[in-house]
């Protein structure tokens, strides 16, 4: 379509994220960072005690807010990318 995807480079920016590399992660995708920290937050999330952690539902509401705030910023840059301000 000649259109840049909105994940293009985004394997790459989580490689190097996860190798501690974090400026090549961005360079690679701007929201690979954010995608790898919440990622990593995530993770950590699932080892602590329930008592540590709020009621499920305001846990999934978090969820929800953080998957629709990634989405609307690979939307974001997506229209971005394409019409050629990045370089």
Same mark, same amino acid.
């Given at each position: 379509?000649? =259109?840049?995807?909105?994940?293009?480079?985004?394997?790459?920016? +989580?490689?190097?994220?996860?190798?501690?590399?974090?400026?090549?992660?961005? /360079? &690679?995708? !701007? =929201? #690979? !960072?954010?995608?790898?920290? #919440? *990622?990593?937050?995530?993770? +950590?999330?699932? $080892?602590?005690?329930? /008592?540590? +952690?709020? *009621?499920?539902?305001?846990?999934?509401?978090? =969820?929800? /807010? &953080? *998957?629709?705030?990634? =989405? #609307?910023?690979?939307?974001?840059?997506?229209? &971005? /990318?394409?019409?050629? $301000?990045?370089?």
């Amino acid at each position: 379509t000649g =259109l840049l995807c909105p994940g293009c480079g985004m394997t790459r920016s +989580l490689i190097s994220f996860f190798s501690y590399n974090w400026p090549l992660s961005f /360079r &690679y995708h !701007p =929201l #690979g !960072p954010v995608i790898g920290i #919440g *990622a990593v937050l995530f993770w +950590l999330a699932s $080892f602590w005690p329930e /008592r540590w +952690l709020q *009621a499920k539902m305001e846990s999934q509401k978090f =969820l929800q /807010r &953080y *998957a629709w705030g990634i =989405l #609307g910023l690979l939307v974001t840059w997506t229209i &971005y /990318r394409n019409l050629g $301000f990045f370089i």
